[in-house]
């Protein structure tokens, strides 16, 4: 039975015993369905980097609809191995059910049926069995797709909608209400992460490993951008917020040929707001 396993599939969890034991149990268990007709594995388990911590990412090639509606109202009966929690995650996609297997293993279980198999953008896949002609075709397609290019067209209105939160937000710290000013202060952070990692080159800003993947300068500026629900702190976020995104507004404008919509008499407006909180 282990010779039936590509070896690539279990080559990143070679180096943890339990994650490694736990993948190949859950291979055998699933190989003996006749309804799963291939596995693979995705994210760190496929490309590598895993520790401790890791999850097993596991996709299944299930023959078609019906079956997979069969397989799924099983889920709650699967003997696969000792686990002390599971929950559906359909409010990410559909077929999709996490485990937590002793000791404590976090593990990923997709379903799919060939039309519905994952695009590129979570690539690189590895295959762990299968036979069915497309089902090979399919890692080698989506594994050798071209990366996404950064797409800009949304980055003017970004600017208004940044603009308008700073106003909104302001609004509710100068009324007093300092828990809504800190819990909208996502909103504006989210858009210069995007804008930070769209001019990086990246389609999207992950928030996962960011320590490693983004520029120690610009998490340390994001550090004070998590404001606490006090005058201080929320005005201090602002003024970050600001100061980060105006020197993204000038790459852009350079690098993009970006023509703002937002007026610099609407954006002194509301900067001075910031100062009339600060004054309080």
């Known amino acids: 039975m282990n010779g039936k396993f590509n070896?690539?599939?279990?080559?990143?969890?070679?180096?943890?015993?339990?994650?490694?034991?736990?993948?190949?149990?859950?291979?055998?268990?699933?190989?003996?369905?006749?309804?799963?007709?291939?596995?693979?594995?995705?994210?760190?388990?496929?490309?590598?980097?895993?520790?401790?911590?890791s999850?097993?990412?596991?996709?299944?090639?299930?023959?078609?609809?019906?079956?997979?509606?069969?397989?799924w109202k099983n889920r709650w009966n699967w003997d696969i191995a000792a686990w002390f929690h599971r929950f559906d995650a359909d409010h990410v996609k559909p077929y999709f059910v996490i485990y937590f297997f002793e000791p404590s293993i976090h593990v990923d279980l997709n379903f799919y049926i060939e039309s519905d198999l994952p695009s590129f953008a979570g690539a690189p896949y590895v295959k762990a069995w299968g036979d069915d002609v497309e089902f090979e075709k399919w890692p080698v397609q989506v594994n050798g797709?071209?990366?996404?290019?950064?797409?800009w067209n949304t980055v003017v209105n970004d600017d208004e909608r940044f603009w308008a939160w700073i106003h909104f937000s302001c609004s509710h710290a100068l009324r007093g209400e300092y828990y809504a000013a800190a819990f909208f202060m996502k909103d504006l952070r989210k858009i210069v992460e995007t804008w930070h990692a769209k001019l990086s080159g990246a389609t999207a800003f992950h928030s996962r490993k960011t320590e490693s993947r983004w520029s120690p300068d610009f998490i340390s500026q994001m550090n004070t951008i998590f404001a606490v629900p006090n005058r201080t702190s929320i005005a201090g976020a602002f003024r970050t917020l600001i100061k980060i995104q105006t020197e993204q507004r000038r790459l852009l404008a350079a690098q993009q040929k970006v023509k703002w919509k937002t007026s610099e008499a609407a954006i002194q407006k509301m900067t001075a707001m910031i100062t009339q909180l600060e004054a309080r």
């Open 145 to 151: 797709a071209p990366p996404l290019s950064v797409d």
């Open 55 to 71: 999850d097993l990412d596991i996709g299944f090639l299930v023959s078609d609809k019906a079956a997979r509606d069969q397989l």
């Open 7 to 53: 070896s690539k599939s279990l080559m990143a969890s070679a180096h943890l015993p339990q994650h490694h034991y736990l993948l190949k149990q859950i291979f055998y268990f699933f190989d003996q369905l006749p309804e799963i007709k291939g596995a693979f594995v995705s994210g760190s388990t496929a490309s590598g980097g895993m520790d401790e911590f």
